[in-house]
Antibody, heavy 123, light 107 residues
Framework: QVQLVQSGAEVKKPGASVKVSCRAS????????ISWVRQTPGQGLEWMAI????????TYAPQFQGRITMTRDTSADTVDMEVSSLRIDDTALYYC????????????????WGQGTLVTVSS | DIQLTQSPSTLSASVGDRVSIACRAS??????LAWYQQKPGTAPRLLIY???TLESGVPSRFSGSESGTEFTLTISSLQPEDFANYYC?????????FGQGTRVETK
C-alpha cells in the first residue's frame, strides 16, 4: 500500500533552517509528483510546493518563494524540503503528499498524505 | 488566489442524521474540487474529487455535488466514525487552496 513516512518533530529558533524528509513506498516513486502542505491552527491547510521526483524544477507557492529548497533522491525514494529563515509563525504540522495526477502547477490531485512532521519555532 | 468559503464552521449532528457542508469558490473552478476528511492526530483522507467522484474505498453515504461555484459534501446517514473535520480543496489554478474547514461534532 502507498505509504509516505516523514522524519520526526523538530524544534528550531527563529532565523534557523529545518529540513523535513519524506520517504515513499508501495508505488513507483518516479511516477508521481510529491507535494508539501502545512497546517496551522490559524491558517488551516496551506499548500507550499510540488516537485517531480523524475526531475525538473519544483514549483513553490508565492509566499514561500526563496525560502524553500527541495531535493530528491530516486535511489532512496525520498524527497526533502528545507525551509530557511524560520519565523515563529512557521510553527506548523508539515505534510508531504503524493499526487495522483498532475496537469500543471495548479491542477493536480493529492491522494495520499504522510503522517506529518511538527516543526516548532521558538526562541 | 481562489478563495474557498466553507459553511458552517461547526456542525452539530447525531448519528443517523443527513448532513451537508457547503463550499463556495470565489470564481469558476470547473469542477476541480476535492473533499478531505481529517480526524484528530491523523492526516487528511481523500473522500471525493472532481466535485462528485467518490474515492475508492470511501463509503457510499458520502456524496458530492455542485451548482456553479457552490459545492456540497453530503453524508446521507452520519456514522460514529464520521465525526471529524472536513476540508474542500480547489485544484483548478495556481496556487491550489483549501477551505478553512468544517468540524462535525456530536450534538
Amino acid at each position: 500500500q502507498v505509504q509516505l513516512v516523514q522524519s520526526g518533530a523538530e524544534v528550531k529558533k527563529p532565523g534557523a533552517s529545518v529540513k523535513v524528509s519524506c520517504r515513499a513506498s508501495g508505488y513507483a516513486f518516479v511516477n508521481h509528483y510529491i507535494s508539501w502542505v502545512r497546517q496551522t491552527p490559524g491558517q488551516g491547510l496551506e499548500w507550499m510546493a510540488i516537485v517531480n521526483p523524475s526531475g525538473g524544477p519544483p514549483t513553490y507557492a508565492p509566499q514561500f518563494q526563496g525560502r524553500i529548497t527541495m531535493t530528491r533522491d530516486t535511489s532512496a525514494d525520498t524527497v526533502d524540503m528545507e525551509v530557511s529563515s524560520l519565523r515563529i509563525d512557521d510553527t506548523a504540522l508539515y505534510y508531504c503528499a503524493r499526487v495522483r495526477f498532475y496537469y500543471g502547477p495548479g491542477n493536480f490531485l493529492i491522494d495520499h498524505w504522510g503522517q506529518g512532521t511538527l516543526v516548532t519555532v521558538s526562541s | 488566489d481562489i478563495q474557498l468559503t466553507q459553511s458552517p464552521s461547526t456542525l452539530s449532528a447525531s448519528v443517523g442524521d443527513r448532513v451537508s457542508i457547503a463550499c463556495r469558490a470565489s470564481q469558476d473552478i470547473n469542477s476541480w474540487l476535492a473533499w478531505y476528511q481529517q480526524k484528530p492526530g491523523t492526516a487528511p483522507r481523500l473522500l471525493i474529487y472532481r466535485a462528485s467522484t467518490l474515492e475508492s474505498g470511501v463509503p457510499s453515504r458520502f456524496s458530492g455535488s455542485e451548482s456553479g461555484t457552490e459545492f456540497t459534501l453530503t453524508i446521507s446517514s452520519l456514522q460514529p466514525e464520521d465525526f471529524a473535520n472536513y476540508y474542500c480543496h480547489q485544484y483548478h489554478s495556481y496556487p491550489v487552496t483549501f477551505g478553512q474547514g468544517t468540524r462535525v461534532e456530536t450534538k
